[in-house]
C-alpha cells in the first residue's frame, strides 16, 4: 500500500483529487515541477518552487494562489507531506515527494541527474513507489558526456566567428537557452539573446549567474556574435539580418534533428539520458516504477529484466507525436 495515485489524461491525480501532479487542466490544488508549458496548468492553489512560480506568472500571466517551497520544506495537504526535491533539469525544476499513511511516492517529473551550468544535479529521495518518465528510454539512447558537448559547441562558435560567419543556436527559450548562454559567456564570447530568452533573465541573475557581456538581439541583428534564438524565431528579421549564417541545433535528439535549414545539431540535454533512468531507480530503490512518457514500455521491460516491479502507464507510453518527440524541448 502507497499514496493513491490515479494517472488520467490530464496529470496525475493523488488522494481522489486532493491534489493533482503536473496536471494540464485547471484543478483545485496543482503541483507545478517547473515551468515548461506541457506540464502547467491553471489551477486555483499552486505549489511549486519560488522560481518556476516567477516563470509561470510572467509566461502564462496566470496569478493564482501561490504557495512556494523550497526545496526540502515540508508542507501537509490533508494526510499527506509535500516536499520538494531539486530535479536538475531547468532552474526551480523539482521532483515531489509525497509521504502519507501508506506509504511514499516520488514523482521524478523531468530530470536530469548530473548538474549542468545554471541547475544543480537532481536529488532523488528514496520511495516505496516511484513515477518516472522514459524520454530517452532505451539503451540507444545513452548521451555523449555534457563536457565534451559544451567543447564541440563552443569550437564552432569560435571557428564560425573566425570565419565572418554569424552562428545562430537553436534552443528552447527556457532552461537549454540559459544554459547555452551561460557556456558561451563564461567563455569570453559575444552573444545576443532573442528577446523571449533575455526576458527570463531575472531569476537565473537572482540565482547568482551574471551572464557577462551578453546582450539583447536587436531588431537590427548582430554580426560578430553568436545568436541564441528558439527555433520557432530562425527565419524572424533581426536572425536574417545578421548577414551569413550556420545554424546549430542544441537538442539531446542530435544529428536527428538535422534537415533543411539546420546545418549541425549537438546532443546536449536538461533530460536524463537511459543510463541516468537507470540510475534514478537504483538511488530511489522503489518498490514498485510507474512509467510515463517517451519509451515507457521499453523501460518498464528493462526494469523488469533488472528485478523491479515496473509498468508502464497505459496512454502515456510510446514517443510523443512527430518525427523526433520533443525536437527542441530536450
Given at each position: 500500500m502507497t499514496v493513491p495515485v490515479r494517472f488520467a489524461?490530464?496529470?496525475i491525480e493523488v488522494a481522489d483529487g486532493l491534489l493533482w501532479l503536473d496536471a494540464r487542466k485547471p484543478k483545485p490544488l496543482g503541483v507545478i515541477t517547473h515551468a515548461h508549458g506541457d506540464h502547467v496548468g491553471r489551477h486555483q492553489r499552486i505549489l511549486c518552487t519560488r522560481e518556476t512560480a516567477t516563470f509561470v506568472r510572467q509566461r502564462s500571466g496566470h496569478n493564482a494562489d501561490y504557495t512556494v517551497l523550497a526545496f526540502g520544506e515540508k508542507h501537509t495537504v490533508g494526510d499527506l507531506t509535500v516536499t520538494l526535491h531539486p530535479?536538475?533539469?531547468i532552474l526551480g525544476a523539482a521532483m515531489v515527494h509525497l509521504e502519507g499513511p501508506r506509504g511514499t511516492l516520488l514523482y521524478s517529473g523531468d530530470f536530469k541527474l548530473t548538474p549542468g551550468l545554471t541547475t544543480p544535479a537532481g536529488q532523488p529521495p528514496h520511495a516505496d513507489v516511484l513515477v518516472t518518465e522514459a524520454t530517452f528510454g532505451i539503451p540507444?539512447?545513452?548521451?555523449?558526456p555534457s563536457g565534451e558537448v559544451r567543447e564541440q559547441v563552443l569550437n564552432?562558435?569560435?571557428e564560425q566567428l573566425d570565419a565572418g560567419?554569424?552562428?545562430?543556436?537553436?534552443?528552447y527559450a527556457l532552461g537549454k537557452a540559459q544554459e547555452i548562454l551561460a557556456l558561451l559567456t563564461e567563455a569570453g564570447l559575444p552573444v545576443a539573446a532573442h528577446g523571449s530568452?533575455?526576458?527570463l533573465l531575472g531569476p537565473y541573475r537572482a540565482a547568482g549567474l551574471a551572464f557577462p557581456g551578453a546582450r539583447r538581439l536587436s531588431r537590427n541583428g548582430a554580426r560578430r556574435a553568436a545568436i541564441i534564438t528558439p527555433p520557432r524565431w530562425l527565419n524572424s528579421a533581426p536572425v536574417q539580418a545578421s548577414g551569413r549564417i550556420r545554424v546549430a541545433a542544441i537538442t539531446g535528439w542530435g544529428n536527428r534533428a538535422v534537415r533543411p535549414g539546420i546545418?549541425?545539431?549537438f546532443p546536449l540535454s536538461d533530460h536524463g539520458d537511459y543510463d541516468e533512468l537507470v540510475e534514478l531507480v537504483e538511488r530511489v530503490q522503489p518498490k514498485q516504477v510507474h512509467v510515463l512518457h517517451g519509451y515507457a514500455k521499453e523501460f518498464a521491460a528493462d526494469l523488469q529484466a533488472r528485478g523491479f516491479q515496473a509498468d508502464a502507464v497505459?496512454?502515456?507510453?510510446?514517443?510523443?507525436?512527430?518525427?523526433v518527440p520533443g525536437m527542441f524541448a530536450v
Amino acid at each position: 500500500m502507497t499514496v493513491p495515485v490515479r494517472f488520467a489524461r490530464e496529470g496525475i491525480e493523488v488522494a481522489d483529487g486532493l491534489l493533482w501532479l503536473d496536471a494540464r487542466k485547471p484543478k483545485p490544488l496543482g503541483v507545478i515541477t517547473h515551468a515548461h508549458g506541457d506540464h502547467v496548468g491553471r489551477h486555483q492553489r499552486i505549489l511549486c518552487t519560488r522560481e518556476t512560480a516567477t516563470f509561470v506568472r510572467q509566461r502564462s500571466g496566470h496569478n493564482a494562489d501561490y504557495t512556494v517551497l523550497a526545496f526540502g520544506e515540508k508542507h501537509t495537504v490533508g494526510d499527506l507531506t509535500v516536499t520538494l526535491h531539486p530535479a536538475g533539469h531547468i532552474l526551480g525544476a523539482a521532483m515531489v515527494h509525497l509521504e502519507g499513511p501508506r506509504g511514499t511516492l516520488l514523482y521524478s517529473g523531468d530530470f536530469k541527474l548530473t548538474p549542468g551550468l545554471t541547475t544543480p544535479a537532481g536529488q532523488p529521495p528514496h520511495a516505496d513507489v516511484l513515477v518516472t518518465e522514459a524520454t530517452f528510454g532505451i539503451p540507444a539512447q545513452r548521451l555523449p558526456p555534457s563536457g565534451e558537448v559544451r567543447e564541440q559547441v563552443l569550437n564552432f562558435v569560435r571557428e564560425q566567428l573566425d570565419a565572418g560567419v554569424t552562428p545562430v543556436l537553436l534552443a528552447y527559450a527556457l532552461g537549454k537557452a540559459q544554459e547555452i548562454l551561460a557556456l558561451l559567456t563564461e567563455a569570453g564570447l559575444p552573444v545576443a539573446a532573442h528577446g523571449s530568452i533575455w526576458n527570463l533573465l531575472g531569476p537565473y541573475r537572482a540565482a547568482g549567474l551574471a551572464f557577462p557581456g551578453a546582450r539583447r538581439l536587436s531588431r537590427n541583428g548582430a554580426r560578430r556574435a553568436a545568436i541564441i534564438t528558439p527555433p520557432r524565431w530562425l527565419n524572424s528579421a533581426p536572425v536574417q539580418a545578421s548577414g551569413r549564417i550556420r545554424v546549430a541545433a542544441i537538442t539531446g535528439w542530435g544529428n536527428r534533428a538535422v534537415r533543411p535549414g539546420i546545418d549541425v545539431a549537438f546532443p546536449l540535454s536538461d533530460h536524463g539520458d537511459y543510463d541516468e533512468l537507470v540510475e534514478l531507480v537504483e538511488r530511489v530503490q522503489p518498490k514498485q516504477v510507474h512509467v510515463l512518457h517517451g519509451y515507457a514500455k521499453e523501460f518498464a521491460a528493462d526494469l523488469q529484466a533488472r528485478g523491479f516491479q515496473a509498468d508502464a502507464v497505459p496512454g502515456h507510453s510510446g514517443p510523443e507525436e512527430g518525427e523526433v518527440p520533443g525536437m527542441f524541448a530536450v
